[in-house]
């Protein structure tokens, strides 16, 4: 996917700067490049109305992190005792105070606030370009891109009064000029890489359907409670369409006739379906049939704000899937979000964890990760402590059987430079690096302080996917996580079966099921990357190549908690 945007300030003192008496910069407070291929044409019309989500902070954010962590750990004594999205709202909102303040000062400024989320923390508004300049002082562009696109944004720093900074997050749409994917290419790939190249990659066999996964995780039921939810959550214009997925369960799904999607949220153009979308909706579909399934759509090409957008519907919705499968993410350090954005976005995944929704992020397409053939940077939402990567895998044989860590790609791990190891995860991790001293990369070139990632894998080659009536091949992380996905939302379905809790945050409770047989060992391969020319080998326990290996669907159904 790509990178963009705007954000901003999560602690006073770290994350703004005082400009004078009365304002205070967002965000880090510098300047932005012309990048991307973009290029700047002038001033928009001064009436030109641009849309922005204002996040504001959780004012108990320690407090909630805490709860987050006592109903996710399956030794907990309040594991699986989530919170109602009324009861995130009333014990973690910002206060009254702060919500009028900020809705006083921008519609004294010429904007117009059009919604605001249930849990308090998302502030919607509109504003004419000029007013938008005067409410964040700065000055906004006109920017063109070669592939049509078009887009309005901000190249200097921008600032809010300084009685506001302390209580907002981060604003979407100031900053940010993303990579736009060709028009030429129609599989438009997800995850950046550092030099803007496409990662998605093509076999040439395609062996792999919903039947063959289901068999090779041992995976026996389908889809039973009528109160079981689960969603793929799409950006940068991915579709689907409805007629591919009904051809695609009559070829490959011998077990299920619920071939429609429960319901579209946002923006779902038929007509043009993408790879992406028609991956991620047939698989997470078709491997845990009967399994009522939601499709989030953004059409922004704007990565990162289509992501605060995607957060926003959720923080107002009252019923939500239990399971999200996300295949988009960026693997480079120049075009990440900002921390300020990162640890606003952590907050987000953790009250989605309070209210036992589960989280799960493809590890990108590119490796360990190789910038400027040097360092290693690992995929970035996929990275967060409080979210699940799914890394990818192949068959040894090519049909069934043992798997190794994928070779036609580079399957997205290492560990994080912005965020340390969790306790989670942190006994394998050492296991890891101290077991494997020989075959790690050089010290300098990763964090082995941070968070690893993946923290599972799944098969993710050689995927039969219909697209506009005709069956592609397709690889990627991005096949990996509706595959895993999938049998979440199945492990659900028991669980509401006997009137039990959803999984929730899942990772606490796979690092424990690891320890007791729940997943498939992978040792063998790697995710060598670029220039770099090694990578992190695949390991006896966890690695940085394919988390704690693969899922054992029968030993996991007997591990939950029923």
């Known amino acids: 996917s790509v990178v963009i945007v705007v954000l901003v300030a999560i602690s006073a003192q770290r994350d703004h700067r005082s400009i004078g008496l009365t ?25 030109t109305p641009l849309e922005f989500d204002l996040v504001l902070k959780t004012p108990n954010a320690q407090e909630l992190e805490n709860l987050f962590w006592a109903v996710s750990d399956p ?9 109602s999205l009324e009861e995130i709202a009333e014990r973690f909102s910002p206060s009254r105070e702060t919500i009028a303040s900020v809705k006083s000062w921008l519609t004294a400024s010429g904007a117009e606030v059009t919604s605001i989320a249930t849990t308090g923390d998302f502030v919607s508004f509109t504003a004419p370009a000029a007013a938008a300049e005067k409410i964040f002082s700065t000055e906004f562009f006109a920017f063109v891109h070669p592939e ?12 809010v009064p300084i009685e506001l900074a302390k209580h907002i997050a981060y604003v979407s749409n100031v900053h940010g000029l993303p990579h736009v994917p060709t028009k030429s290419n129609s599989k438009a790939f997800r995850i950046e890489t550092s030099n803007g190249v496409d990662e998605r990659k093509r076999v040439t066999n395609a062996l792999i359907g919903p039947a063959n996964l289901r068999k090779r995780y041992n995976v026996t ?14 950006f940068q214009g991915q579709y689907y369409s409805p ?35 028609e991956l991620d909706v047939q698989y997470i579909m078709g491997v845990a049939p009967n399994v009522p399934t939601w499709f989030y759509g953004t059409a922004t090409f704007d990565f990162w704000s289509g992501l605060t957008n995607w957060a926003k519907q959720l923080a107002s919705e009252k019923t939500v899937p239990f399971v999200h499968s996300i ?8 075009s990440k979000p900002s921390k300020s954005y990162q640890e606003g976005l952590n907050t987000q995944f953790q009250k989605l964890g309070l209210r036992g929704i589960s989280i799960i992020f493809a590890s990108g397409d590119s490796g360990a990760g190789c910038d ?8 970035f939402p996929a990275t967060s402590p409080f979210v699940t990567a799914v890394g990818a895998t192949r068959f040894i044989n090519g049909k069934d059987g043992a798997e190794m860590a994928v070779e036609s790609f580079g399957s997205g791990g290492g560990f994080s430079w912005d965020f340390p190891t969790p306790s989670y995860q942190k006994a394998a991790v050492e296991h890891y690096l101290t077991q494997n001293k020989a075959d790690l990369p050089w010290w300098f070139q990763y964090n082995a302080k941070g968070r690893a990632t993946p923290d599972v894998s799944a098969l993710g080659i050689g995927f039969a996917v219909i697209v506009d009536g005709v069956t592609n091949e397709v690889g990627g992380t991005s096949a990996s996580a509706p595959t895993f996905s999938a049998i979440v939302s199945l492990l659900n379905d028991e669980l509401l079966q006997h009137k039990k809790p959803t999984l929730g945050f ?5 690092y424990d099921a690891a320890t007791k047989g729940g997943f498939f060992d992978v040792t063998k391969g790697n995710n060598a990357d670029g220039c770099c020319f090694t990578g992190f080998k695949a390991a006896p326990g966890y690695d940085a190549a394919t988390g704690v290996g693969t899922p054992q669907f029968e030993v996991l159904r007997k591990l939950i908690k029923l």
Do not use: M
């Not at 899942?506 to 796979?510: G, H, K, T, Y």
């Open 23 to 47: 304002r205070a910069f967002l965000e880090d407070g510098k300047p932005r490049q012309i990048e991307n291929r973009w290029e700047k044409v002038g001033k928009p019309n001064p009436e």
């Open 221 to 234: 039921t389908v889809g039973v409670a009528k109160d079981n939810l689960q969603a793929v959550a799409e």
């Open 372 to 379: 400027f053939c040097t360092f290693y940077e690992p995929s």
């Open 75 to 83: 030794n907990s004594d309040q594991y699986g005792q989530h919170l």
């Open 148 to 159: 049509g696109a078009v887009l309005t944004r901000a190249l200097a720093p921008y600032s």
């Open 506 to 510: 899942l990772n606490p409770w796979i």
């Open 243 to 277: 007629q591919d997925l009904k051809a695609f369960f009559a070829k490959y799904v011998s077990n299920s006739k619920a071939d429609t999607v429960a319901k579209v949220i946002g923006t779902n153009n038929a007509a043009a379906p993408g790879v992406e979308a």
């Open 327 to 334: 295949s988009y993410g960026d693997q480079s350090a120049a």
